[in-house]
Structure formats: structure tokens, C-alpha cells
């Protein structure tokens, strides 16, 4: 059995090394009191395979207005990798939230990582560790159109009496 402690500090140095634009935000959730490692049923995969669930993800994210963080970083990594390539996932979650974390084999380079909660909800905030200069990007929900209603400039009333 792992310490989940050791593992959290594990995932969080591997973003911090990482060059994952949101990974401040990605490690800020990691190292959360609140935040638990979850069980894992199925940590192996494959870089074909997580681009396929993850680009399905994206379409689903972006139709229910689930806020993410590193998804689009995570979808460019995979693109770059053979599809054969193994790969290992781990899940963290606190309350709403959760945090897959993809990398190369047991204990390798982090890849990737998502962070999202339910349709919605917006994305937790947390303290920086180091200054950041840019905004992390964060998924927002579509922006909604306002209906239009078809109105007839001059309509003839026909049972109108004068």
C-alpha cells in the first residue's frame, strides 16, 4: 500500500516540472487539505485511447458548460504520442471536483492533467505557489444567444373594425 501523502507530493512536483500552462492551479488542488487520491480501478491505458476519451470529454465539456483546467494541454500532449504508447492515470478528488493525471509508465513524466467538476460549477480557487504572469485558462460554459422573436413591422388586421 502507498502513502497517498508521498503521492500527492509526487504529482505535485511532477506538474511543478511539467509545462503545463495550468499547472499552478493543477497543483494548488493537488496539495489541498480537502484533496484525497481515489481509487483507480483501471490505471493502465494507452496514449491512443486517452485521446479519444478526452477528446470526447472536450465535446461533452463544452455542451454541458463543465469548467476544466489542462485539458487542452493534455489533448496536444497525446496528439504528439504514438497511440500504442503505455501509459498510467491517477485520480484525486475533493467534494465536486477531480483531477486525472496522466503519465508515462509507473512513476514517469507527467504528460497531462484535467481538472473539472460538474456542469455549471466553476473551478475552485487556490493560492499560487510561485507568481504567475499569465491567466490560467479555464473552459467556459457556451455563451447563450438571446431568442429572437419574429414581429411583422405592418401586419394588415383584416377583422379590425373602424
Given at each position: 500500500m502507498q502513502d497517498t501523502a508521498d503521492q500527492k507530493h509526487r504529482i505535485?512536483?511532477?506538474?511543478?516540472?511539467?509545462?503545463?500552462?495550468?499547472r499552478e492551479r493543477l497543483m494548488g488542488f493537488v496539495t489541498d487539505e480537502a484533496t484525497v487520491v481515489a481509487a483507480n480501478p483501471f490505471p493502465s491505458t494507452?496514449?491512443?485511447?486517452?485521446?479519444?476519451r478526452w477528446g470526447m470529454r472536450?465535446?461533452?465539456?463544452?455542451?454541458m458548460g463543465v469548467a476544466s483546467a489542462g485539458l487542452r494541454c493534455l489533448l496536444m500532449s497525446l496528439a504528439a504520442l504514438p497511440v500504442g504508447e503505455p501509459l498510467r492515470q491517477e485520480i484525486l478528488r475533493a467534494s465536486s471536483h477531480v483531477l486525472?493525471?496522466?503519465r508515462h509508465g509507473e512513476g514517469g513524466s507527467i504528460i497531462g492533467a484535467v481538472l473539472h467538476g460538474k456542469p455549471g460549477q466553476a473551478l475552485p480557487s487556490f493560492v499560487q505557489h510561485e507568481t504567475v504572469t499569465h491567466e490560467p485558462m479555464t473552459r467556459r460554459p457556451p455563451a447563450k444567444r438571446p431568442s429572437r422573436k419574429r414581429v411583422a413591422p405592418s401586419q394588415l388586421d383584416l377583422f379590425a373594425i373602424s
Open positions: 505535485a512536483e511532477g506538474l511543478r516540472a511539467g509545462s503545463i500552462i495550468d494507452t496514449a491512443g485511447a486517452a485521446r479519444q472536450e465535446i461533452e465539456f463544452e455542451a486525472y493525471v496522466l
